[in-house]
């Protein structure tokens, strides 16, 4: 979901936020670094890395700053609101394996997807897993169109008002009345289907997970490359069997 705010907000705790999200993005940043990426005095981003080493969220060696562990423990406990990892993991390997194409779960949060856990059909151990990016917007991700499908129109605006609609391909929809036009044929197909809007070359289908109240919980969605993913295979096989996926995945968190 995206949380409508209900009252002000104080920029300085953005600022410091903001600064935290980047050494984590970045996997470590010195001050002057730091300088150059965020809007405010030099001063100021090094009081608020002071602050974020003293609250314990960052450590610092030899000039740059890290998230520490503290963080990742607090990331840990946050995942005990989500589904079951054990349960994610083999409806995604299971949806994998049935493809032999790219399978992933993320979580529907704030307007945007969040990597849970993504592997490949073609992989055959742990150290073989695909490396995702672990943030993705709605307009441009088979999933996130799927979602974005079943939200009302306010709803849309909304998450389009904050997140907008960049483009990260060639092929990406940036133009909301096309999206709009889009998000209906997704309705009716039960499905979303990006291709190569989000990457070059990728091609993948998505539909929303939901929880035993309704709640959509994220997405579930299945691709490969344009190569061996095409629209024929989309609605001979694999819309079938993601949908099959899903309805197992549904069926295991409601258990």
């Known amino acids: 979901m995206i949380d409508e705010t209900s009252g002000r ?4 705790t953005r600022t410091s936020l903001e600064i935290l999200t980047l050494v984590l993005e970045y996997d470590g940043l010195t001050l002057g670094e730091l300088d150059g990426m965020v809007n ?15 609250e314990r969220y960052l450590v610092k060696n030899d000039g740059t700053y890290n998230v520490s562990f503290r963080l990742a423990l607090l990331g840990e406990k946050a995942r005990y609101q989500y589904p079951n990892e054990t349960v994610v993991e083999e409806a995604v390997d299971g949806l994998a394996e049935t493809t032999g194409e790219e399978a992933n779960f993320t979580v529907y949060e704030h307007g945007r997807l969040l990597m849970f856990y993504g592997t490949s059909g073609n992989a055959t151990n742990k150290e073989d897993k695909i490396n995702y990016r672990s943030e993705y917007y709605l307009h441009n991700t088979a999933a996130g169109k799927a979602i974005l499908a079943e939200l009302d129109r306010p709803q849309i605006e909304r ?7 960049p483009q990260e391909s060639e092929a990406t929809i940036t133009d909301p009345e096309q999206l709009y036009e889009e998000l209906e044929e997704t309705a009716a197909r039960g499905y979303g289907i ?11 289908v998505g539909v929303p997970v939901r929880d035993s109240e309704g709640n959509i919980l994220g997405g579930l969605s299945v691709g490969g490359p344009k190569y061996r993913v095409d629209t024929a295979r989309i609605e001979n096989e694999l819309s079938d069997q993601l949908l099959a996926a899903l309805d197992d995945f549904e069926s295991s968190l409601s258990a």
């Open 40 to 54: 405010s005095p030099k001063s100021s981003i090094h009081s608020h890395l002071n602050t974020l080493r003293e």
């Open 159 to 165: 998450i389009l008002e904050k997140w907008e609609l």
């Open 9 to 12: 907000t104080l920029k300085t």
């Open 194 to 204: 990006v291709d190569e809007e989000f990457a070059p070359g990728l091609v993948a």
